[in-house]
């Protein structure tokens, strides 16, 4: 088992659907926990942080279920713009800094 | 602000010749990270540096690849010699605390 695995992709939706990816870790002492959007040939950029008590930013909410060991991410009202591969990171080492990225889970949004 | 700073963005070298990356981390970020990434692996830790002192480096593929944080500003990754497996683009990244990574815009290796 990965140490980190995303939804397989392509997830390939309509302009305004909502999209929803996970991501599974396998260590249970694991903190800190982001999603990063990553376009083709550019470095990956923090999109947001995930808190346990879950968060949003706008149409972006991501949440984390410790007991199942996932977190996820919800795209509302998706735009072409959204188009891009989403990666999760997750720090597997309780806080010395392990931070280990999933494979990516590609997003495309047509009109 | 300056975020991460990487040089060269580009480099074709030959096999065999060595060939070092260099990474300037935000000002103020007391962890600094390389990673590889390639089409069929991903996004791969390679080492992670904290306060200049290199904690993991089990993600570095071979005794030909070496990190060094001489201060807290400068990092420098080595290959030697390089193969065209190693062909990829190398991130360099910072982060302060607990908080999120911020990377570089990589270097893209292509060893012919």
């Known amino acids: 088992r990965k140490e980190v695995e995303q939804d397989p992709g392509p997830f390939n939706v309509p302009e305004g659907a909502t999209v929803a990816f996970n991501c599974t870790y396998s260590n249970s002492a694991s903190q800190s926990f982001f999603w990063y959007r990553q376009d083709c040939r550019k470095e990956p950029k923090l999109l947001m942080s995930?808190?346990?008590s879950g968060n949003e930013d706008g149409r972006f909410t991501a949440q984390l279920n410790r007991a199942s060991q996932y977190i996820s991410l919800l795209i509302r009202d998706s735009k072409l713009s959204d188009s891009a591969t989403y990666l999760c990171?997750?720090?597997?080492?309780?806080?010395?800094?392990?931070?280990?990225f999933g494979a990516g889970t590609r997003l495309a949004v047509h009109p | 602000d300056a975020g991460v700073i990487q040089s060269p963005r580009h480099e074709v070298t030959e096999m065999g010749q060595e060939v070092t990356l260099r990474c300037k981390p935000i000002s103020g970020h007391n962890s600094l990270f390389w990673y590889r990434q390639t089409m069929m692996r991903g996004l791969e830790l390679l080492i992670y540096?904290?306060?200049?002192?290199?904690?993991?480096d089990s993600g570095m593929p071979e005794d030909r690849f070496s990190a060094k944080m001489p201060n807290a500003s400068f990092s420098t990754l080595k290959i030697q010699p390089s193969e065209p497996r190693d062909s990829a683009v190398y991130f360099c990244?910072?982060?302060?605390?607990?908080?999120?990574?911020?990377f570089g815009e990589g270097s893209w290796l292509t060893v012919v």
């Open positions: 995930v808190y346990s």
């Open positions: 990171v997750v720090d597997l080492s309780g806080g010395y800094n392990k931070l280990i």
């Open positions: 540096f904290n306060n200049n002192v290199p904690i993991d």
């Open positions: 990244a910072s982060r302060l605390g607990g908080g999120a990574i911020y």
